[in-house]
């Protein structure tokens, strides 16, 4: 049995940079030795997803092209020990149901230290 401890991969799905620069600096500076996989869509995100099976990952809802819940639901499928967070300003009920559902947890927007620590909570639950 091998005592190396395993990195933890981090894949961050949103279509903006400055929320995915954010996410990335709180967890670097919590777990400097996660490894962070980024994409700035849906699309993206389910090839990165399944290239780099990461242990993690927080998904935008609303961004170019299918929906970030649509992703997730492909994400989950193909790598179906991923912790997902669904990060969306949209807070209506129905996603908050929708992300509970498929198994990901929903937290609020804006990325905020706050919201990341929660992310962060759920991954080593």
């Given at each position: 049995?091998?005592?190396?401890?395993?990195?933890?991969?981090?894949?961050?799905?949103?279509?903006?940079?400055?929320?995915?620069?954010?996410?990335?600096?709180?967890?670097?500076?919590?777990?400097?030795?996660?490894?962070?996989?980024?994409?700035?869509?849906?699309?993206?995100?389910?090839?990165?997803?399944?290239?780099?099976k990461?242990d993690?990952c927080?998904?935008?809802?609303?961004?170019?092209?299918i929906l970030?819940t649509?992703?997730?639901?492909?994400?989950?499928?193909?790598?179906?020990?991923?912790?997902?967070?669904?990060?969306?300003?949209?807070?209506?009920?129905?996603?908050?149901?929708k992300?509970?559902?498929?198994?990901?947890?929903?937290?609020?927007?804006?990325?905020?230290?706050?919201?990341?620590?929660?992310?962060?909570?759920?991954?080593l639950?």
């Open positions: 049995m091998s005592s190396e401890p395993t990195i933890k991969k981090l894949l961050i799905v949103d279509d903006s940079k400055v929320s995915r620069m954010v996410i990335k600096a709180r967890v670097k500076a919590i777990h400097p030795d996660w490894e962070i996989l980024e994409a700035n869509n849906g699309t993206e995100g389910i090839a990165v997803a399944e290239q780099h990461p993690f927080t998904m935008d809802i609303n961004m170019p092209g970030g649509e992703a997730a639901e492909h994400i989950l499928k193909s790598v179906p020990s991923i912790r997902m967070v669904i990060f969306s300003a949209n807070i209506q009920e129905t996603f908050q149901d992300a509970n559902a498929m198994g990901a947890v929903f937290v609020a927007k804006p990325v905020t230290e706050k919201s990341i620590a929660e992310a962060l909570r759920y991954f639950g």
